[in-house]
């Protein structure tokens, strides 16, 4: 068994409304940044995966993305792999 | 394989297209089409339910503004009047139960401001699957945190509301949510009371418009798109309250100046139905720059601007002398604006996008001349099931009484209504936990009774006593707080009314609601119909939620459900019957749901209601408590629980023990009363026609139905309030 | 007699109880003084509330953007001068975002919003809210937020702890510090903070909220009268 080490990112599907981002783009300009547009937030998870194969530990992380980490119907995950450790 | 015709793909009937044809005079373009889609659908127009909902009684003497607005309004006296409606998001929140039911709050909420109204408080009956089932759990938590999590977010305190659960409820979640408002006699923005005409101003402020809640009409854009572009419009809605307290504080900021001529919240079918609706009100049309609407994303087309749901959005009606000052109060509260449109004489709606015409139809074609259909009811075949009633039951007394109080139909809400606010706007004289919640009416005595009340199971019996019970508990529950019910909003949660069985619960619930508001004097305000709660064979029960509104002159005068103290005299009020059809022990204790619902006497029921307000009003009750599910002994239990002073009483009934104990005949409280205070009581039982039988007292730590139950309240309490925590696994 | 002191009351955009705060401080005999967040502006005000609420959605984190808005600088001028400053619920994670006060306000330990009646236990005296209480008081006061325990780098509780800086813990109506009265889970059961002069006060449960006894408990009433006593005396306690 190795563990490996994975970052998944989930953020709203383009298009959805995102009132966090929106709040966020709207601030700046008050502290002085004014070039700044396109904010969107998202949720940034980080976990440890004991598994024989790195394809293995893969493929069980994609699936818990899809199935918990995030839900489909409003948000795109993507599963960035660290390394093992 | 060819494809049906692009009208019944956006859910259009053959004869549906004939008449926009007919009104055209022509074949109307896709983007007419997607309008009328939208506008004539059964969500906006009410096309299968409107022929039952026109025999509802809608007027009364406290009634200023009856159904067909965006909410009701009573008139409270003192130049204050109460606005408030109910309405389900129950289909957006089986998809993603946290932003579908948040959107619902932030929709009713915009509803009521669009009266020219401050919302004050939420309530909201909801319903699900059993919690034994992981997804029901996940449904239960979303909804539960997403009404939170908006109404929390917007400073609308949550008050009350309720909490069922059933098989039915599985695949279809039921979630309504009522919200009230207080406003100025003499402010309200209502159809007749701004004088918009041709030169006036239709300014659209609030959120920027993006693709949400397009849906089913999205295959318009894959029709016109290339085949085979994995084009996923997303139909969810993202709630941001945010945005919605913004454009609460502005838009009352409006009214209070006096600046608008009308004012329309964004809902259903989007900017379609806020233009065509304003127009059609001031019998004038419309010019529409559909370039003008900010939008949230590239390369909308016309269709979709037209009918986009994107949350958080009015549209004013303004004299151009005040457009400067409104769009001062919209910078004011960080929101944008833009003026989409003017009204003009003639009633035609007609819309410019990109320098041509997209559309022109007439406006009223659109708001009021939708379909209607009188579609076949037929009664389902009855069952011949035994009715629980007169079944033999030999189980242990104490253990049946404690599986009917750890029920999630009757157990301790507190795992839900601890995650609203309650407090905030300081108003707030009874909250969650009690029969009815009240709010005060700033600045007076006055306090104003709410209650929300759905009876499903009852409904799946018998779809007309369902109704009926449903008004009768909710006026009840009004009732024992010593409020005087004034009047309803409802929300009628049914499967397919193309069904004949749905068509006749439908028919059966409006005949119930009918004969009973009739009999209580509360007039129908307005309120939703929400259809198409199934998926395949199975479908909810018929259950109309009833929101019943009442008045307290003084909220000082308001009368507690719990024994306030011990030493005091308890009686039951209201004859018991052997009723346990369709009772929450023959469902939890028996496994059975049938036989009929208990019977309503609405004269007891009035009798009752005149009782409880006139006790209240001689300050005699220490306190009073609606016999509803699980029946006088949850009632009982429910007393003590709720401030630790027990009761020893007696049965004095000819019914067997279970069966007095659960039955769940309507008509019936309990109250305590102080022993200096119990002649009265009798005398004015006496004058209003209401059977009295003394119980017992309350007192000691002990809850003691003489001979047959002996328990702690602690050992209650602790099985009431755990009930939801064990359930979700929170607790052993 | 003298003149009723003038207490300031912030509304920042989504500011949810501050006609609340407004109305507690009129009750209380104070002169409310409503002060807009994009205006510097403190209008003379003797003493400044910022009220709970969910300011700009709270959608970065709570208070992190009204932490900055340009009233802010004004009042912090103001609490640097000595002049009483109390932040409620949302106020309090305003104060922790600009720095006056130590630690910060993470999600509750339960991941749920938390509504209820809580009991606080007075743990000093030398503060604006705290004048004329005794350590120990219990004072019941509604507690309802989603972010509300209170967190601190090991260094600054030591700090935090040595100096006396905790204003207020959860506790039983008996002053006993247990989990099961502690709704969101705080470090230590920290309630309430106050800066080293006393005159920076931040906590969770709203007192504003807990001064009318027809719609919730009373135990906010000493809390406003010491505010109210502390502005009027025009410097800390």
Redesign the interface.
Known sequence: MTTFSFEVLVS??P??????G???E??LP??GWTNVSQVR?GKHVTLDVDASSEAEALAQVQAMATRLLS?P??EDVRVLQGSAG | MSDPPLHRRLGLQDDEYERIVATLGRTPNHTELAMYSVMWSEHCSYKSSKVHLRTLPTEGPAVLVGPGQDAGVVDLGDGVAAVFKMESHSHPSA??PY?GAATGVGGIVRDIVSMGARPVALMDPLMFGPLDEERNRWLFGGVVAGIGGYGNCIGVPTVGGELRFADAHTANPTVNVLCLGFADVDRLVTAGSGSPGPGSLMLLYG?ST???GIGGVSVLASATLEEGSDDS??S????????EKLLIEASLAMVEAGLLEGLQDLGGAGLTCALSESAARAGLGAQVDLDAVPR??DGMEPFEVLISE??ERMLAIVDPAHLDEVRAVCDRW?LPSAVVAELVEGGGLMVRAGGSIVAEVPARSLADDGPEYERPAEAPPGDDVEDPTFLPFEKDLADAFVTVLTSPNVASNRWAFEQYDRFVQGNTVAGPGQDAAVVRVPGSLKGVALSTDGKGRYGRLDPYLGAVHAVAEAARNVSVSGARPLAITNCLNFGNPERPVVMWQFAETIRGMRDACLAFGTPVTGGNVSFYNESGDSAIDPTPVIGMLGLLEDHRLRVPSAFPAGGLSVYLVGDTFPELGGSEFAEVVLGIVAGAPPAVELTAEVALQGFLVAAAGETLLSSAHDCGDGGLAVTLAECAIGSGHGFAVTLASDLPTHVALFSESAARAVVSVDPTGEDRLVQLAGDHGVPLLRLGETGGPRAVVDGHLDLTVAELTDAWEGAFPRLLGERA | MPDAPRVGVVTFPGSLDDRDAMRAVATMGGEAVSLWHAEPDLRDVDAVVLPGGFS??D??RCGA?AA???IMGSVIAFAGRGGPVLGICNGFQILCEAGLLPGALIRNRSLRFVCREVWLRVESSGTVVTRGLVPGEVLQVPVKHGEGQWVATDEQLARVEDDGLVAFRYSSSDGILDDEHNPNGATNHVAGIRNPAGNVVGLMPHPEHAVDPDVGPTGGQPLLASLLEAALAGAPA
């Open positions: 709203l599907k298009g959805l409304a995102d009132p966090q929106k709040a966020v709207a601030s008050t502290l937030v839900n119907v409003i | 998809i993603e932003q959120a993006g693709r949400d419009r997303p969810v809605q993202i709630g941001d309250p945010f945005a949230r994303e994107s949350q960080g | 700009y959605g959608y970065l953007i900055r808005a340009p």
